[in-house]
């Protein structure tokens, strides 16, 4: 038996929510491929609100726009994963239908 160990790259997007000019959040969208696919799927990480923003919208307003940005580079699925302490972030995702 050969196992046979191959490096890949993937490629990814850095989505950043400001208000006035000041920082409010961040999320990635990374563009993964496999061999069963032509497509890409997405892979969205590291959704984050600063402290003083959070509870007005804005984690939902950034996964909204790794969606649509998943959806325009035609990923076939997107995946997200969160801590399993992260209630908020399980109530978030699961809002936007994502099981």
Known sequence: ML?????ITAAGVKITLTEKGHPVG???????RNDLHDQPFGFLEDVFVFEQFRGKGYGEKLVKEVIAEA??????????????????????????RFK
Do not use: G, M, P, V
């Open 71 to 96: 959806k325009k580079r035609h990923c076939y699925k997107l995946i997200c994963t969160s801590r399993f302490s992260n209630d908020k972030a399980h109530q978030l995702y699961a809002k936007l």
């Open 3 to 7: 196992i046979k160990t191959q490096e």
């Open 26 to 32: 961040r999320a990635f969208l990374y563009l993964l």
